[in-house]
């Protein structure tokens, strides 16, 4: 007999890998916002040239790579907390930062 799930499911998960995406998380958004306030300090630019600039170049391949970290960590989040018989029936979920509980609303 399968386990039946409520349409809200809450589960713990471990606050070092709470704390994991987290970090990952507020790296990704710092790193937006650096790159956000460049591009707005120099909006009225005649030219382009901030976009080929090695500081914006590197922001840029540090945002793509910390967006990767964030995306692999919540990826790992799901493979290991949700279980395989509903991860495909997922509407939303969320984790908590500071109680360690991810929340999934089902369809």
């Known amino acids: 007999m399968s386990k039946k799930f409520r349409r ?4 713990n998960v471990d606050e070092g890998t709470t704390k994991d995406i987290q970090e990952a ?17 120099h909006k009225n630019d005649e030219d382009a040239s901030i ?5 914006f170049t590197e ?4 945002a793509v790579s910390k967006k990767t970290s964030f995306e692999t960590k919540k990826t790992a989040l799901i493979n290991n907390y949700i279980p395989k018989e509903i991860v495909n029936r997922v509407k ?3 984790l908590d930062y500071l109680t360690s509980e991810l929340t999934v609303v089902l369809q």
């Open 8 to 11: 809200v499911n809450v589960y």
């Open 51 to 55: 976009l080929t600039s090695p500081l």
């Open 59 to 62: 922001y840029q391949k540090m």
């Open 92 to 94: 939303t979920w969320s």
């Open 25 to 41: 998380d507020y790296d990704y958004q710092i790193c937006n916002e650096v790159i956000f306030k460049i591009l707005n300090t």
